[in-house]
């Protein structure tokens, strides 16, 4: 019977091909790809455009399923559940806070840079927090349970940012 390798295609995904190794603060670090993303989209002038909105649906679409397929294989490797090396449910949870900020959140580079920070921020401070319900989601087993509260810091994320940007209009 052949061996299994160490690190396998769904571990390498979950730990977001390695950021859920660095120290200290694993999951910041897992939340920084689709920030780099955006500000390199906003560099090429395609913050505002479709091209957002697909990179942001297949960095959420790619995570979400690494995060839900290598949840187990990596709670054996790690030898806990939602191991802080799994960070493939942040770097799916800042990319849907992105892809749920409209285009006129981009309508400058200036005003890009400040929703992208904005957004990493609030994504961050959701997640630590964990306010109801994403709490208990943490609850559910394996990768959705790793995967759903992270989620729904999003959401609340994404709020807000619509609020902020709603008060200093």
């Known amino acids: 019977m052949p ?32 920030v780099a ?17 697909v990179a942001m649906l297949a960095l959420l679409l790619v995570f979400c399923g690494s995060c839900i397929a ?33 285009p006129p959140f981009y ?3 200036a005003q890009g840079v400040v929703t992208l920070a904005l957004a990493f921020f609030a994504f961050r401070a959701m997640d630590i927090l964990k306010p109801w319900p994403a709490n208990p989601l943490q609850r559910i087993p394996g990768g959705w349970g790793v995967l759903l509260d992270d989620l729904a810091a999003a959401l609340y994320a ?10 200093a209009a």
């Open 3 to 34: 061996s299994r390798p160490t690190h396998s295609i769904a571990l390498a995904l979950a730990t977001t091909l390695g950021l859920g190794h660095l120290r200290p603060a694993p999951g910041t670090w897992g939340s920084l790809p689709p």
């Open 37 to 53: 993303l955006g500000l390199l989209l906003l560099a090429l002038g395609l913050a505002a455009t479709p091209v957002h909105t």
């Open 70 to 102: 290598g949840a187990d294989e990596a709670e054996a490797r790690f030898g806990r559940k939602d191991p802080s090396q799994v960070v493939a449910d942040e770097t799916a949870g800042m990319a849907l806070v992105l892809l749920l900020l409209p």
């Open 107 to 109: 309508a400058t580079p």
């Open 158 to 167: 994404a709020a807000i940012v619509h609020l902020a940007f709603a008060l």
